[in-house]
């Protein structure tokens, strides 16, 4: 898990010293004015758009063995959510819903059982928790650790030794990671998040041990603001 949290920072601290310089010119000498507004930039109501490389898999039952079949693939997700910036604005705690369009179609091949099995995927949904600490003199970057739980359902066609038939498949799953934020313009924000997935199957024998490979998603978050009137 440090390995994850160091790939994630190294990566991504220096996109905030491109997107979320606080600077004020609104004084001759460049001076911030006593009395300035303060805003909770990452407080209340959002959207987003995200896209990336996601850990995709899918299982069949074949022979009292679950047949799974596992590759990175390409995912665009849209998300809303709601959360609340806490103790002056340091702390932040949410949830968010997330509905993604996968390129989730794969595949197994076992010429030696003249097996050959396609998993058919194009939409994911998820719903989870996010905690962060928004860093910076003016709180302006959200530094944040999200677990949600995704769910993903597949049409499976078998052809088995020149028998073909029919499954349905369901893969839920624990997904976690972290992630960073920084406005961008105005109520446009930029978001990069790195993380891996927890999977049980229970007593079922399967083909392959599920790899957490890592999922890797930038996008755009649209926040509605609001503002604290800092006291003179």
Not at 70 to 96: D, T
């Amino acid at each position: 898990m440090w390995i994850l949290q160091l790939s994630l920072l190294s990566f991504l601290l220096p996109c905030y010293t491109v997107v979320a310089q606080n600077r004020d010119t609104s004084g001759l000498d460049g001076a911030r004015p006593q009395n300035y507004s303060l805003e909770k930039f990452f407080d209340g109501l959002y959207l987003g758009a995200a896209a990336g490389s996601q850990n995709v898999f899918g299982g069949s039952f074949v022979g009292g063995i679950d047949v799974l079949a596992q590759e990175s693939r390409f995912v665009a997700e849209l998300s809303a959510g709601f959360r609340k910036q806490l103790f002056k604005g340091r702390f932040l705690i949410g949830a968010e819903f997330q509905l993604g369009f996968t390129d989730g179609n794969l595949k197994h091949a076992d010429p030696e059982k003249q097996l050959l099995i396609t998993y058919k995927n194009n939409t994911q949904s998820g719903i989870g928790l996010t905690i962060g600490a928004v860093a910076g003199k003016r709180r302006k970057l959200l530094l944040y650790g999200y677990v949600n739980e995704t769910t993903r359902k597949f049409d499976v066609d078998i052809l088995e030794q020149n028998k073909a038939y029919h499954q349905k498949d369901e893969q839920g799953m624990l997904k976690y990671g972290m992630g960073i934020e920084a406005p961008l313009y105005k109520r446009f924000h930029v978001r990069f998040a790195m993380g891996g997935l927890r999977v049980d199957f229970g007593d079922l024998e399967a083909n392959i041990n599920v790899e957490d490979k890592l999922d890797v998603m930038a996008g755009f978050v649209y926040q509605f603001h609001f503002k604290m009137q800092k006291k003179p």
